[in-house]
């Protein structure tokens, strides 16, 4: 069967300002601890919260410093603010 | 599954709200002192009112276990005048601050207060379980670490230690043991509540404030706050000029929750405010954000040596020890802002883009402070260190690439009123921190021109203490009924509608209103032009706002903050007649810079809700450490109660 497409408005941009990992156990700590409610817990318990407000995100990074299960949420900056450095012997130049 | 698109996909239909929502119920609590934010001023005043034995409530839109623009962390315990490595007076470092910036300051009070008390604030911080000293001797070896006392002193200003006032911290640790001594203490904490709206004696715009009213985000609930003082702790406003979510936040140092509701309620219910007309340039950085700590230059970048693509140092000032380089202090080539002289450099091909932070250069003890510690521990940062140190970064091998130059400055009609000292306030004209009604108490960012973290926390301390002094003395206050009706009604105004303007379109057409009329250039019709262009947006599109959901609803009610404080802002720009260099305010048709006759404070209030204009002389906050004695001969220093 075809996927079904639904019509939905854009996605706000930037759209995923976490990631979240299968390690993730939906215990929400995050969503709980996010200043500006980014998130909202999922509708099944231990289930991964969902992103809601995304463009609402301040970066402050406190969810994912809240977590206490190594790997389970990961930060995930918008391609704009990724950040560049320079290995000063090389001259090679990357990008977060 | 971590989307909402995703949720769609797989459910096929978008998930339902996950709280219940109570719209119109009200919850009614009675306290002695109420905070307003639960910020780091918040969670001063609430834990310094409940050690002196009365009932504290602390009311917070975010969590408060991070929340406000000190939640994820600080670097810098500034103007520490007592610590036992300081080289200055208190009185006199709280003078020479007072009278910055042409004397248009937060004033005497909150300056004396910072000056003289924040050294016993940081011990007590320390007692509550918050991080202040080298206790693993991590840093042995940095500059300006103490062997004996393992505080780290910075270089701020502090050109070869001849100030020793400013203390390295690792702030990440703060805002949890607050909330956790908070707590501990007895304190009621209301996370997830909007304050709306200030609670008037018999409902009557200047009378003595009897409690707050607000709005649960998550719910939808109406709370009614009964108390005898409140304390006002909130944020002021990040984003009046420039509004823009899809850029990924407004600035470094305030999220899109800190909208000046502060402010505005506590104009409405008829208190004085000052400064109103003194606005900054908006500080841009990557992205819009991390516009120092992504990208070098600032204080927390305090001794890292700036350099252009071939490694030729910049003569950009840092903040090194003994370099008389200071970031803030000094520096600079002379008659020249010392970024214009790069620009003019770069022009030439003196200078080659893009720059570079060079912590290759530094010693390792140094780079290791300054990335790990000051970046590393300031406001939003630790997940930026992590970020970069994840992907591969090395501070000992790699250089930091710096977009000031490019992204540093924005246009002038991008303007702010986020950055330290860039802003007004509520008028503090009171030895007890209380503004000009009685009742009602204000500190930290709701101080004109404020904007530090450990002033946020001493005057939360100071006012915390005073408030419960006097709710000792004095009845409940008769609250009104027909006030709480009128807050309600236009509280819940956008839940009865689901199409209309939404709170983002809202948000952006104040901000563009501000950006044409009340910009870099001033004039009276320019001026009237955007109180006009404002009350038509009050008149015709607030009543078509709109939301979806509760917290749809707490971003509309912030939008029609902004909007009010923007009026605010026009109005105390209309009444200074003249231009000023100390409020970076400049009117066209009255060039003159600071004329004599216009030294003074203006201040801002409403009286039946008509705008009434007043004033202060420069320095109207008297002799101030006399005043601090007179007022304080009960202090006892650092708290020893349990």
């Not at chain 2, 600080?74 to 910055?100: F, G, I, M, T």
């Not at chain 2, 909208?259 to 309620?265: A, E, F, P, R």
């Amino acid at each position: 069967m075809a996927k079904k497409i639904f019509a939905v408005p854009n996605v706000a941009t930037p759209s995923r300002p976490v990631i979240f990992t299968d390690k993730c156990k939906g215990c929400n700590l995050c969503v709980e601890v996010c200043p500006v409610d980014v998130y909202i817990p999922h509708p099944e318990k231990g289930k991964a919260p969902i992103i809601l407000h995304p463009e609402e995100c301040w970066y402050c990074g406190c969810c994912v410093g809240a977590c206490n299960i190594e790997g389970a949420i990961k930060f995930n900056w918008p391609l704009q603010q990724r950040g560049y450095w320079k290995n000063k012997a090389t001259g090679e130049v990357k990008r977060v | 599954m971590t989307s909402w698109q995703e949720y769609l996909d797989k459910e096929g239909h978008p998930p339902v709200w996950p709280y219940p929502v109570n719209y119109e119920k009200e919850q009614e609590i009675e306290t002695d002192v109420l905070v307003l934010g639960g910020g780091i001023a918040g969670c001063w005043a609430a834990i310094s009112a409940a050690r002196k034995g009365v009932k504290v409530a602390l009311v917070e839109k975010s969590a408060t276990i991070r929340s406000g623009a000190g939640g994820p962390g600080v670097d810098h315990w500034n103007d520490c005048c007592n610590n036992p490595l300081s080289k200055v007076n208190p009185d006199e470092w709280a003078q020479r601050l007072a009278n910055n910036s042409g004397g248009y300051t937060c004033g005497g009070v909150a300056r004396e207060v910072q000056c003289r008390e924040n050294y016993d604030a940081l011990i007590e911080l320390e007692n509550m379980g918050g991080k202040v000293r080298d206790t693993e001797d991590k840093y042995k070896g940095a500059e300006g670490r103490d062997d004996k006392t393992k505080f780290m002193i910075s270089p701020r200003y502090n050109y070869n230690h001849e100030t020793n006032t400013v203390i390295r911290v690792w702030g990440s640790t703060f805002k949890a043991a607050l909330r956790k001594e908070a707590l501990r203490l007895g304190v009621k904490i209301y996370d997830r509540v909007m304050a709306t709206g200030l609670l008037n004696e018999g409902g009557v715009q200047g009378a003595r404030v009897v409690g707050a009213m607000g709005v649960n985000n998550r719910t939808g609930e109406f709370m009614i706050f009964k108390s005898k003082a409140t304390i006002l702790c909130m944020a002021g406003p990040g984003s009046i000029w420039v509004f823009n979510t899809e850029l990924a936040g407004i600035t470094t140092f305030r999220s899109r929750a800190m909208s000046g509701d502060g402010q505005v309620m506590a104009y409405k219910a008829g208190a004085e405010l000052t400064m109103m007309e003194k606005t900054g340039t908006l500080n841009l950085g990557t992205g819009f954000k991390h516009n120092w700590y992504g990208g070098a230059g600032d204080a927390s970048y305090e001794n890292v040596r700036i350099v252009d693509a071939n490694g030729k140092a910049l003569p950009v000032p840092y903040e090194g020890w003994g370099s008389n380089l200071g970031q803030m202090a000094r520096g600079g080539a002379p008659g020249k802002p010392p970024w214009e002289v790069v620009r003019d450099g770069v022009l030439k091909g003196e200078y080659a883009l893009p720059f570079y932070g060079d912590f290759p250069s530094m010693p390792k003890v140094e780079s290791d402070v300054t990335w790990g510690l000051m970046i590393g521990e300031e406001a939003i940062c630790r997940i930026i260190v992590d970020t970069y140190n994840a992907s591969g970064f090395d501070p000992r091998r790699d250089q930091l690439q710096n977009y000031q130059l490019i992204e540093g400055r924005s246009m002038p009609q991008w303007r702010s009123i986020d950055g330290a000292g860039a802003r007004g306030g509520i008028l503090i004209d009171d030895w007890n921190m209380r503004t000009s009604l009685e009742g009602l108490y204000a500190t930290g960012d709701q101080l004109p021109a404020s904007g530090d973290h450990n002033l946020a926390a001493t005057t939360g301390r100071y006012s915390g203490r005073k408030a419960a002094d006097y709710v000792k003395q004095i009845a409940q206050g008769k609250i009104d009924k027909a006030q709480i009706a009128a807050e309600k009604a236009r509280v819940y105004d956008p839940i009865k509608k689901n199409e209309g303007m939404d709170w983002k379109e809202l948000h952006a057409g104040v901000a563009r209103t501000m950006q044409y009329f009340c910009s870099e250039y001033k004039t009276e019709s320019l001026l009237k032009m955007g109180l006009d262009s404002l009350n038509e947006i009050a008149e015709n599109y607030v009543p078509r706002l709109f939301a979806l959901d509760p917290h749809k609803l707490m971003c509309s009610l912030e939008s029609l903050s902004t909007l009010e404080y923007s009026r605010m802002i026009i109005e105390a720009s209309l009444a200074r007649k003249a231009s000023s260099k100390f409020l970076t305010f400049d009117r066209i048709d009255y060039p003159q810079q600071d004329p004599p006759e216009w030294n003074k404070f203006l201040t801002l209030k409403l009286e039946n809700n008509k705008v009434k204009i007043g004033e202060r002389p420069l320095g109207f906050w008297g002799n101030m450490k006399e005043n601090y004695e007179k007022y304080n001969q009960d202090y006892t220093g650092v708290y020893k109660g349990k």
